[in-house]
């Protein structure tokens, strides 16, 4: 945006042009004295304090706000609230106050009001708001409504140390990924670390230019920038995250699993290559429906954002709800405090971290186990955890209140209906441990496959003698549940969202017809204004690198002996690239994220049958594709917001991959080779591989006995949840539109998501702390207190999660890599009594087995 774009501008009188004058209702312009700006501005500020629910705005770029109300028409105004009225209306994130307001406004002064101090005042100040900033206090607490394009962005200093961070990321990120609970070298914790280096190379490289062919790379040019630190954490965010493949590579490696060991470090870099760089290919496509559009809010990038702001951008030291302190001074208190304090719960008293505290009244009381108990329980608790690593788990600073609101009424719902299945033995479900992934036989044993196996393949005169899989009641629930959503939201988010998928195809057309022509010029929020100073990024370079990427992994699935037909690798890509559409704009709006991995297990199941190597493959194929498009679409939205050019970030995205692809499979070979018992139940240090242990009980369930055997005689339920969730998609639909004061605030994707927690080791433990911070934080304090959680909200995340995860790394690398067992009774208790058990069912197993007694 132009300098004269952020300031107020007065003629040689000292006059300014602004819309109407406060007294008068006309829609000319007045031309006003300096004196009565300066006044006509107090009273807008006055009126952002009355109205409540704007006050955030008095935080940050309040005068070019106040100047951007001056310079607004009243004709001008009703177009674009008729606009944002229109555009708005279903948005669950959008501000409901804000939108009644709205509706009010554009029934005409005669109909507003009386009580409100001036319709024209009020009409000016919410045009403003929807067409120079964001109608989102979320988003307009993280980001300016100002750009200049001249900051320094893409410097030969940000690749060096963004380089630097990717791969010590991608190392330890991977390192710890298998553990449980997990905790990550998050964006919010590498900007951390980022900071210092930018400074230090700020200060010690010569300001030096030098000359390469016809380009001039210039050394260091000047003080480190808030762009050049989002620049390097897209370079980080995109390359240390834990490679897609790295989460499946124990299913296929370990003998535990399958017990693979061709897939050595040379198959985990293709399998990296071909995974990280699918999502790349398709996120060109994406960005139509997630990126620029301004109802892709994207939750979960607030707290990078808004660091990013406190760490370098200056900060107006203003009174806010009576506190003064700022930002970074609150962080750093944070992050020293939790720092500290996860010592705790983490290592000198780990009872803290899942406080099954109900347990120990009777700690071989089967029935309280598995009702509160945190292993093999439900969870049931209302005091859970003291471990923010825990309660963080469905960051509830993060997600809107509606999404935490609805996923935990659904868990609990889901609970209540696990302890019915289990209670009333469904599926000879109370023969097993209520909650877990690991599948049976019919003596309650881990299932032995090679006891169905000859060559590698299904062997039906084996399965006959021994036995079928059995699921726990957990799993069972979560696999019809995971079945439901696929459909349900295919068919739910395509008729809710339908004009974003209508602009997005439109504008693809545009865009094959006119390649000069840019995407931005369709939007008119003021961030796609302001990003069309940058060259954007062709669509054929993305239909390149999906293309090329599609060839390697043909080639791979063909040179190395995963018995996966080529013709398979392009039957799951197509079916996971027409998935990833409504499950990618559900994930922008609401930060919850769907995949396919559990549909590309029954694909591959039907395709291969009696294969569950090759069904294990077209698993990870179908999740690689949307979870990289979720990742790389993700950091776009981020430079969207942040103004950085679409150019740089491609390349960024590119480099950093590359980087991490070696680095995260030099870890997986390290755990592999280094750590015993990996993946085992018992691991010392909880390297449990719990998601491991998930996929190989689906591949199991569906690639070696197969769907048809699944389905027909063992589970058929699960066959009909398919037709279930399309069925119910529409009604609901309608029932939100028609009923929109009683059912607005319920989002039945979010609700019926909730069941598909449950069938692992995760339940309500890791879900009930969350949901109090969430009610706390995002409902009342949100609402009393708007401007004073603008301001903190997402830097008290950030300073408590970088705090803990510094910390969770010193205490493994130092204290639990190889271990050094604290032993007394308050790190023993917890898993003293039953719900420490690794597999305790409710009922007692006959000698001779349980379950069906002919099952073919």
Sequence with gaps: MSEKDNNVYFDQEDTVSNGNSFGEKSNDIDVVSKEDYIHDSDVIISRIRAVGDLDDILVNDTDFFISKVHEMKASEALEVLQYSADYYRTDINFPKHTLERIQKLLKGEENYDAGHIDYDLDLRLEAALMKFHSPYPEVRSVCSPTDDPTI????????????????????????????????????????????????????????????????????????????????????????????VYGQYAPVARESLFWGQEWANYGFTVCMNITCQFFGLGVSGIMRRWVVYPSKAVWPTLMPTLQLNRTLLVPEERRSVNG???????????????????????????????????????????????????????????????????????????????????????????????????????????????????????????????????????????????????????GNYMYTCAAYTMYTFTFVYIFVSEWRIFKDAIQGMITSLKDRKSSNYERYKDPLSVMMREYPEVPDWWFFIVF?????????????????????????????????????????????????????????GGYMIPGNGLACLFTRIYGFALEDMAETYVGDMKLAHYSKIPPRAVFRAQISGTIIQIFVSAGAIELLHNGLENFC?????????????????????????????????????????SFLIGACCALPIYFARIYFPKYLRPVHPVLFIGAFTRWGSAYNLTYYTGGFYLSVGMMWYVRRRFLAWWSKYNYIISSGLTAGTAFSGILIFLALQYHPKMLSWWGNNVASAGIDGAAAVGRLDIPTEGFGLTYWE
């Design 152 to 243: 320094p962005v893409e410097t030969f200093r940000a690749y060096v140390i963004g380089f630097i961070w990717v791969a010590i990321g991608s190392f330890v990120n991977q390192l710890i990924y298998f553990r449980q609970p997990h905790f990550t070298l998050s964006a919010q914790v590498v900007q951390l670390l980022l900071l210092p280096c930018g400074q230090f190379v700020a200060k010690v490289l010569p300001a030096k230019k030098i000359k390469i062919w016809k380009y001039s790379l210039n050394l260091n040019p000047g003080p480190w920038t808030f762009k050049e630190q989002m620049f390097c954490t897209i370079i980080t965010n995109v390359g240390s995250q834990n490679s």
């Design 547 to 603: 293309a090329l990427t599609v060839l390697a992994a043909c080639l791979t699935m063909h040179f190395f002996p995963t018995t996966m037909p080529v013709w398979a690798t392009i039957c799951i890509l197509l079916v996971a690239l027409a998935m990833l559409v409504p499950f990618i704009v559900l994930y922008s709006n609401t930060g919850y994220f769907m995949s396919t991995n559990m549909l590309g297990t029954i694909i």
């Design 323 to 473: 506190w003064t302190i700022s930002k970074y001074k609150l962080f750093n208190i944070l992050l020293a405090a939790s720092f500290i304090y996860f010592f705790i719960p983490d290592y000198l008293f780990q009872a803290l971290s899942t406080f099954n505290w109900m347990t120990w009244i009777a700690p071989q009381n089967k029935n309280l186990a598995f009702v509160t108990g945190y292993k093999i329980g439900f969870g049931f608790n209302p005091i859970a955890s003291f471990d923010w690593s825990v309660i963080n788990y469905a960051t509830p600073l993060v997600l809107p209140f509606f999404t935490t609101a609805n996923q935990f009424a659904g868990t609990c719902v889901a609970g209540l209906t696990l302890l019915i299945l289990f209670y009333t033995n469904v599926k000879f479900s109370g023969y097993l441990p209520p909650n877990t992934s690991t599948v049976f036989d019919r003596f309650g044993e881990d299932y032995n496959l090679t006891k169905v196996l000859t060559n590698g393949v299904f062997d039906q005169e084996k399965y006959m003698a021994y036995s079928p899989p059995y699921m726990s009641a």
């Design 680 to 720: 085992s139940w018992t691991q010392a240090s909880r390297f449990y591989c719990s998601w491991s242990h998930s996929i190989y009980s689906d591949t199991l369930m569906f690639g070696v006995i197969g769907p048809s055997r699944t389905f027909d005689t063992l589970y058929p339920l699960m066959r009909w």
